[in-house]
């Protein structure tokens, strides 16, 4: 009897890393989170400012934006310290993220400040970039339950639950969540953003190297939701109360 296929790190192909989420982890801010899927570490924190970029005043609208970098001891050997200009692979994943977590408020109802959620890579192994939306996440829900417990909503911004994952096809075998051993010889690495309501947000799609088929495709995606709907109860979890997944 043939073994059952696994990833590199011994998982089932459907089975996420162990995710664990603490929240509170810098007490300063109004909603911190420390997100943690297997070896990939990343602390995400939202901080509020009490007014928006200069193109939207008057508008009504807040804002929400993400910033990301990778620590130099993140991966080793020890990379350099961004200064500067960002890369363009940091301005993507931070574009990537903004764009994620705006989808969660309702802007209107945020008011006219601007929420920054900083997302720092402590760990690197791969999905360093789904990691930081799930965790951001989080973040920013903390930071909009305390903007209503002082009193300065009049509504809940918070309209959408977001996570996202990656998923790929490695040596012919559609994986879940990626770690970093998989991912540098996946032939396919998409990364998927979702709502609660199961809509998507983005799906990055490569083949690297050969075009793949929609079944392919399709394939993926069915196998990110199921990812998703586990990191969305570890969500839940860190917001009100339970067990990690």
Do not use: K
């Not at 301005?91 to 997302?119: K, N, P």
Request: charge should be negative; aromatic fraction near 4%; hydrophobic fraction near 40%.
């Amino acid at each position: 009897m043939m073994p059952e296929p696994r990833q590199s790190d011994g998982r089932a192909l459907d089975a996420l890393r162990p995710v664990a989420i603490e929240t509170g982890f810098i007490p300063q801010s109004p909603g911190s989170a420390l997100i943690r899927a297997g070896s990939t570490h990343v602390l995400c924190v939202a901080s509020v400012q009490e007014s928006v970029p200069r193109w939207l005043e008057g508008r009504g609208l807040g804002w929400v934006t993400a910033e990301y970098s990778m620590l130099p001891y993140a991966t080793l050997p020890r990379s350099e310290r961004e200064g500067g200009q960002p890369s363009g692979r940091t301005q993507e994943i931070r574009r990537l993220i903004g764009r994620s977590l705006r989808m969660a408020v309702d802007r209107r109802a945020l008011g006219e400040r601007t929420i920054v959620v900083d997302c720092d890579v402590l760990q690197a192994d791969g999905g360093t970039r789904t990691a930081s939306i799930t965790g951001g996440y989080v973040a920013l829900a903390l930071a909009l339950r305390e903007l209503r417990r002082q009193g300065l909503l009049a509504e809940d911004p918070l309209r959408r639950q977001i996570a996202a994952v990656s998923v790929g096809m490695v040596g012919g075998q559609a994986m879940l969540d990626l770690a970093y051993a998989d991912d540098a010889r996946a032939e396919v690495d998409l990364n998927v953003v979702m709502t609660g309501a199961g809509e998507y947000i983005e799906v990055q799609g490569t083949g690297e190297g050969a075009p793949y088929s929609r079944a392919t495709l399709e394939r993926l995606l069915t196998l990110a939701d199921g990812g998703i709907a586990a990191l969305m109860q570890a969500q839940d979890a860190a917001l009100h109360g339970g067990r990690p997944v």
